[in-house]
Nanobody, 120 residues
Framework: VQLQASGGGLVQTGGSLRLSCAASGGTFSSYVMGWFRQAPGKEREFVAAISWSGGTPYYADSVKGRFTISRDNAKNSVFLQMNSLKPEDTAVYYC??????????????WGQGTQVTVSS
C-alpha cells in the first residue's frame, strides 16, 4: 500500500488547511486510516483516525473541535480538515494506514509526510 499525502503549507494562526491522502494498492476500504504528526525534537503523535466505514472518528484532545477527519472509500482517500490552527500545530503530518491502535507503533503503512507551519 502506498500513501501520498498533500495539502500542507504555511498559514497564519487561526487559519485553515485541508490535508489529503491518496492510497493505492491494498484494500483501502477495510483499513482504519489516520493522521499523525511530528514536531522537531518530539515523538510522532496521534492526531485523528477514522474507521473503515467513516462512522467513528477519533481525535487527540489537542485537536478536538478544530480538526475533522473524513474519508472517501470510492476515491481511496482520507482527509484532515484543520481549522483554528495554532502555532503548536506546526509539524510534519503523516497519513497512516491500517491502524491497530491509536499509536504510531501500531501503524502498518505510512505516507511520506507533509509540512504544516502555523505562524504566530
Amino acid at each position: 500500500v502506498q500513501l501520498q499525502a498533500s495539502g500542507g503549507g504555511l498559514v497564519q494562526t487561526g487559519g485553515s488547511l485541508r490535508l489529503s491522502c491518496a492510497a493505492s494498492g491494498g484494500t483501502f476500504s477495510s483499513y482504519v486510516m489516520g493522521w499523525f504528526r511530528q514536531a522537531p525534537g518530539k515523538e510522532r503523535e496521534f492526531v485523528a483516525a477514522i474507521s473503515w466505514s467513516g462512522g467513528t472518528p477519533y481525535y487527540a484532545d489537542s485537536v478536538k473541535g478544530r480538526f475533522t477527519i473524513s474519508r472517501d472509500n470510492a476515491k481511496n482517500s482520507v482527509f484532515l480538515q484543520m481549522n483554528s490552527l495554532k502555532p503548536e500545530d506546526t509539524a510534519v503530518y503523516y497519513c497512516a494506514g491500517d491502524l491497530l491502535e491509536l499509536r504510531a507503533v501500531s501503524v502498518k503503512y505510512w505516507g511520506q509526510g507533509t509540512q504544516v507551519t502555523v505562524s504566530s
